[in-house]
C-alpha cells in the first residue's frame, strides 16, 4: 500500500505524449525532446485495455478493479512502469482554489508546459499570479512586455511611462500594442484599458511618473517581487536611479536597453548577492576602448538626464527583447530552469544571434560592497 500512495492517485497519461503502436510487441510514447518506448507481450494484451482507464477519472483500485480479467499485479506494475517513465500525471490534483474558469481554461497550454517540468501542473501559475512586477518604461519594450507579462499571468504589474516619453500617443507608438484609433489619447489610460482587454484576470495599474531621483522610485517599488527597466535608448541616469532605490528596497531588477544594432539584457541583479548596476558599469568602462570620449558621452547623459536620442530601430525589434526580458521573468519566478542573476544577453538585431556574458560582482563596488572602506593612515615624519 505504501507504494500505491506515491503513485498519482488518478493517474492520467500526460496528453501531449503521441502514442504510437509499433508492431504487436512494442509502442512508442513520444513528445518534443522525449521518447518513451514499452515492450513486451503486454503490450498487445493489457496496454490496449489499460490506456484508456488512464484518463485521469478512475483511481488505480478502480483501474484493476475494471481489468479483473487481467492479474491485479501485472496491472500495478504496469501503472507503476509507466508512472516511473514519466508518462503518467495525477489528475486528483484540484486547480488551486484563486483560479476562475476562465483562467483555468485561459492558462491550459501553459499548464501542459509547465506539466513537462513539475508534477503539479498548477503550481507556478499560481506562483506567477501571486508576484509583483514593476515595469518602468512604456516605449517599444515597455508596451510588448507588459502584454507579455500579462498574457502569462503576472497577478499585479505596475507599468510607469516616463518624462522622457511622448505623454500622447501618435504614429511613431503604432504597431502591435496600439493602433489607429489610440491617435491623440492618453497613452497610460489607453494602455490599462488594452491590459484589461487581454487579461481581467490580473491587477494591473499604468501611471505616469517623472523620475528626479531614486527617493521617486522607492515608493513605486515597496513589495514588489521584480523591477524592469526598459529603455528603448541609452539611459545611464534612470538605470543609476533604479539600481539605487532597488538594493535601498532589496529588490531584485534588470534593465534592458536597445542601443543601436544590439539589445543589452541584463545583468538581472539581485541586491548586495550579485553584481549590481555599478559593477557593471564599471566593468564595462574598464573596457571601454574609447575611454575618454566614452567619459564625456557619460557626463553629457548625466548633465541632460532627459535626453531621448534614439538611433532608430525596426518595430519587431522591442518585441524581441521583450519576449526575451518574459522567458527571464519565467525562470526567474519557477523553477524551470536557473534565474540568469549576473548575465548580460546581448542580441544583434542584423545577425540575429544572442550572445552572454558573466557580469562579475565588484569585490569593492561603491555602490553595494558590503566591505568597510579601510582606514586611511597616516604616516607623522619627523
Ligand atoms: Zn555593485
Redesign the pocket.
Known amino acids: 500500500m505504501e507504494k500505491i500512495r506515491k503513485l498519482p492517485t488518478k493517474p492520467k497519461i500526460k496528453d501531449f505524449f503521441y502514442i504510437i503502436p509499433m508492431g504487436e510487441d512494442k509502442i512508442q510514447f513520444r513528445t518534443v525532446g522525449t521518447i518513451r518506448i514499452l515492450k513486451g507481450k503486454a503490450v498487445s494484451t493489457l496496454i490496449p485495455n489499460l490506456l484508456p482507464e488512464l484518463n485521469g477519472q478512475n483511481t488505480i483500485s478502480e483501474v484493476i478493479l475494471r481489468l479483473k480479467s487481467f492479474d491485479e499485479n501485472t496491472v500495478l506494475s504496469a501503472i507503476r512502469l509507466m508512472n516511473e517513465r514519466g508518462l503518467l500525471e495525477d489528475a486528483s490534483i484540484s486547480p488551486p482554489s484563486g483560479f476562475s474558469p476562465q483562467e483555468l481554461e485561459r492558462y491550459q497550454n501553459q499548464f501542459k508546459f509547465f506539466c513537462h517540468f513539475h508534477p503539479d501542473k498548477f503550481a507556478w501559475q499560481k506562483l506567477l499570479k501571486e508576484k509583483r512586477v514593476v515595469i518602468f518604461g512604456l516605449e517599444e519594450i515597455g508596451c510588448a512586455l507588459l502584454m507579455n507579462l500579462s498574457s502569462l499571468g503576472i497577478g499585479k504589474i505596475t507599468a510607469i511611462g516616463l518624462q522622457t516619453e511622448n505623454e500622447i500617443i501618435d504614429e511613431r507608438d503604432l504597431g502591435t500594442f496600439f493602433f489607429e484609433e489610440d491617435i491623440n489619447k492618453e497613452k497610460t489610460i489607453v494602455a490599462r484599458e488594452k491590459i484589461r482587454e487581454i487579461n481581467p484576470n490580473i491587477q494591473v495599474d499604468v501611471i505616469r511618473k517623472d523620475i528626479k531621483s531614486s527617493k521617486d522610485i522607492v515608493p513605486l517599488i515597496e513589495r514588489c517581487d521584480l523591477v524592469i527597466l526598459c529603455n528603448d535608448a541609452i539611459n545611464i541616469p534612470l538605470c543609476r536611479l533604479v539600481n539605487e532605490a532597488c538594493l535601498e528596497k532589496k529588490v531584485q531588477w534588470i534593465n534592458s536597453s536597445i542601443e543601436g544594432t544590439e539589445a543589452l539584457i541584463g545583468p538581472l541583479i539581485l541586491p548586495y548577492e550579485t553584481?549590481?548596476?555599478?559593477?557593471y558599469e564599471l566593468r564595462r568602462k574598464g573596457n571601454e576602448k574609447y575611454f575618454e570620449e566614452y567619459m564625456a558621452f557619460e557626463k553629457y547623459l548625466i548633465d541632460n538626464p532627459n535626453s531621448n536620442i534614439q538611433y532608430g530601430s525596426l518595430k519587431f525589434f522591442g518585441n524581441l527583447v521583450a519576449t526575451i526580458v518574459a522567458q527571464i521573468v519565467v525562470k526567474l519566478f519557477t523553477n524551470i530552469g536557473s534565474a540568469d542573476y549576473g548575465k548580460l544577453f546581448i542580441v544583434n538585431m542584423l545577425t540575429p544571434k544572442i550572445e552572454v556574458e558573466e557580469v562579475l560582482?565588484?569585490p569593492i563596488?561603491p555602490?553595494?560592497?558590503r566591505a568597510k572602506p579601510r582606514p586611511k593612515l597616516w604616516l607623522e615624519m619627523e
Open positions: 553584481a549590481c548596476y555599478t559593477c560582482k565588484l563596488c555602490t553595494c560592497s
